[in-house]
T-cell receptor, first 115, second 110 residues
Framework: DGGITQSPKYLFRKEGQNVTLSCEQN?????MYWYRQDPGQGLRLIYY???????QKGDIAEGYSVSREKKESFPLTVTSAQKNPTAFYLC??????????????FGPGTRLTVL | QKEVEQNSGPLSVPEGAIASLNCTYS??????FFWYRQYSGKSPELIMF??SNGDKEDGRFTAQLNKASQYVSLLIRDSQPSDSATYLC??????????WGAGTKLIIKP
C-alpha cells in the first residue's frame, strides 16, 4: 500500500517531555514538509527538506527539530521548548523541489495534546 | 508579508446549487494555485490546481484564476451534502513553497 504514513494518530505529552512524530513515505518524493494546524488557522510551515541530509526552517521552527537521514523518513521532534504544542501536525511530500509541478500530498496527521 | 485571504464562513448553500469560494493573494510573483478540501479531523486532499489565467474544469469543480486582480475561485456545481468541508486555498511563492489561507467552511443543506 503506497502513500504517506504518520504515527501515532494521537499523542499525549506531559509538560517538559520531548516527543517524536513519525512521517514515512514510499512515493519516492524528494521534498518533505511538516506543518502545524490550529483551529481556525491556515497551515503553518515548521520545517522542510528538499534532499537527504538537508533541511530548512519554516515560519515557526522554534521548539521543534527534524532530521532527514533517509529519503523515506522525516521525523519531527517537539521539544520541551515548544510552549504551546497542542495542535494537529501534518506531514506532506512533493515530487520535485522546483518547477510548477509543486503539488503537495498529505499524510493522515498526528493530533498532539499536552496534558 | 505574503498573504492568502479567504472568508472563513460558514458558507451555507442548498443542495443542488452552485457553491462559490473565493481567495485573494498578495504575491504578484505567484505562479501556482491550489484548492484542497479538508473534512473535520482529516488531512487536506487536493481538489484542483491551476496555473494559467481563465477557467479549469474537472467534473463538478471549476477553478478560476485572475492574476491581474490576484484572486482565485472555486465553483462547485450541483452541490452535495458530501461537499460539506473546509476548503483551503494555497498559493506558491517564488521559492515554490505554499502559502496557505485559513480556509472557508462550506455547509451544504439537504
Amino acid at each position: 500500500d503506497g502513500g504517506i504514513t504518520q504515527s501515532p494518530k494521537y499523542l499525549f505529552r506531559k509538560e517538559g517531555q520531548n516527543v517524536t512524530l513519525s512521517c514515512e513515505q514510499n512515493l519516492n518524493h524528494d521534498a518533505m514538509y511538516w506543518y502545524r494546524q490550529d483551529p481556525g488557522q491556515g497551515l503553518r510551515l515548521i520545517y522542510y527538506s528538499q534532499i537527504v541530509n538537508d533541511f530548512q526552517k519554516g515560519d515557526i521552527a522554534e521548539g521543534y527539530s527534524v532530521s532527514r537521514e533517509k529519503k523515506e523518513s522525516f521525523p519531527l521532534t517537539v521539544t520541551s521548548a515548544q510552549k504551546n504544542p497542542t495542535a494537529f501536525y501534518l506531514c506532506a511530500t512533493k515530487p520535485t523541489d522546483r518547477g510548477l509541478s509543486d503539488t503537495q500530498y498529505f499524510g493522515p496527521g498526528t493530533r498532539l495534546t499536552v496534558l | 508579508q505574503k498573504e492568502v485571504e479567504q472568508n472563513s464562513g460558514p458558507l451555507s448553500v442548498p443542495e443542488g446549487a452552485i457553491a462559490s469560494l473565493n481567495c485573494t493573494y498578495s504575491d504578484r510573483g505567484s505562479q501556482s494555485f491550489f484548492w484542497y478540501r479538508q473534512y473535520s479531523g482529516k488531512s487536506p486532499e487536493l481538489i484542483m490546481f491551476i496555473y494559467s489565467n481563465g477557467d479549469k474544469e474537472d467534473g463538478r469543480f471549476t477553478a478560476q484564476l485572475n492574476k491581474a486582480s490576484q484572486y482565485v475561485s472555486l465553483l462547485i456545481r450541483d452541490s452535495q451534502p458530501s461537499d460539506s468541508a473546509t476548503y483551503l486555498c494555497a498559493v506558491s511563492d517564488s521559492n515554490y513553497q505554499l502559502i496557505w489561507g485559513a480556509g472557508t467552511k462550506l455547509i451544504i443543506k439537504p
